[in-house]
């Protein structure tokens, strides 16, 4: 068995949108109460609250101005925060501060060694920019807590990114860097971001560690076993990381309103499983979860709740063996060649 902290204030509630905005902010809420529910809190679970992300800790990856905008916006809340799906409201600021001291508050306990696994539900912002929102995201926690970690002097970092949505802030902030950053996301040439194909490398030191994985609308858990076992597994244990983020947003899952992938809880059970090992063969356990997408919210919180009790103790997966999914989803054969063309590309550019 194995300890996790989770992150979690009730202040995340106030990361509102309004009641028609697809991105719920009581599903971190609804998480808690489940773990409650079935005995976990306290027992396998440990809950920490975190302080609002200070000035100075946005400021590793946020521009002062970009800063400042976002506070001038909350004063009022009217608008937008970017070019119309990022709406400014009341207290904005605040309410995204606090998400990212939530991802800050686990990465420095399991930096310090006071747990090896961390959550929070609460975090996840990777299409924020140093100086713009976007997708719904204010401010880059993910990129801030790994600035964060490199300023200690942990240098290999792995970020495995599983949203549906490119991960083309965090892409941005660490384009030049020595980070990891696989992203596995839905690409057609039209879905949102539009980025993230496979020639997305990075650059100086970067280059090469920039690892996207355009997948086909359609495609089921056949193609993405094959992608965890054929790409993502051996560019980690190739990288060796010293720490391990996984943003874990749920809306590649099939059920999702906004998402175009046709996964189930056997293709997030089966990636979580394989970045906990590299965890603990090349990082001493040390590894950071957040969430991020995930606009059907019973799909998310059930996985989100699967996800806890893998990490913790994967012996106990066969009793909630309800929540997960009938059968894992095979790729439409329109979208499978094209998905095998996206594999064995990547292998031949990675050198796989």
Not at 52 to 80: M, N, Q
Not at 109 to 121: A, I, K, Q, S, W
Request: hydrophobic content about 40%; overall charge negative.
């Amino acid at each position: 068995m194995e300890k996790i902290v989770i992150t979690y204030s009730d202040k995340y509630l106030n990361y509102n949108f309004g009641p028609n905005h697809p991105f719920k902010p009581y599903r971190e809420a609804k998480l808690m109460e489940l773990l409650r529910q079935h005995g976990l809190v306290g027992t396998y679970v440990d809950v920490q609250e975190p302080a609002p992300a200070t000035d100075e800790e946005l400021l590793l990856v946020h521009t002062k101005e970009y800063v400042d905008y976002v506070k001038r916006a909350s004063i009022d809340g009217f608008g937008y925060l970017d070019y119309g799906d990022t709406p400014a409201f009341k207290d904005a600021h605040e309410a995204a501060a606090v998400r990212v001291g939530g991802t800050l508050l686990a990465a420095r306990l399991v930096y310090e060694g006071r747990y090896l696994h961390g959550f929070n539900p609460g975090g996840g912002f990777h299409h924020a920019r140093p100086s713009e929102a976007a997708g719904f995201c204010i401010y880059n926690d993910i990129a801030i807590a790994v600035r964060w970690l490199r300023n200690r002097g942990v240098r290999r970092v792995a970020i495995v990114d599983v949203d549906v949505h490119h991960a083309d802030g965090t892409q941005e902030v660490f384009n030049s860097e020595d980070v990891l950053l696989i992203s596995t996301h839905g690409y057609d040439g039209r879905f949102y971001p539009g980025t993230g194909w496979i020639d997305e490398d990075g650059v100086g030191a970067g280059k090469g560690l920039k690892v996207n994985i355009p997948l086909p609308p359609g495609t089921g858990d056949d193609v993405y076993f094959m992608v965890i076992d054929e790409v993502i597994k051996p560019v980690l244990e190739r990288y060796r990381p010293e720490f391990l983020v996984l943003q874990f947003g749920v809306d590649a899952h099939a059920g999702d309103e906004l998402g175009v992938l046709n996964l189930t809880t056997h293709s997030y059970m089966k990636v979580l499983d394989l970045v906990h090992k590299v965890a603990h063969e090349y990082a001493s356990g040390r590894l950071v979860m957040t969430g991020g997408g995930g606009y059907d919210v019973w799909n998310t919180v059930k996985t989100w709740f699967l996800a806890v009790i893998q990490l913790v103790n994967p012996g106990d997966l066969s009793r909630y063996s309800f929540l997960m999914d009938p059968e894992p989803t095979q790729t439409p054969l329109r979208h499978y060649e094209e998905a095998l063309y996206v594999i064995d590309a990547l292998k031949g550019r990675l050198g796989l």
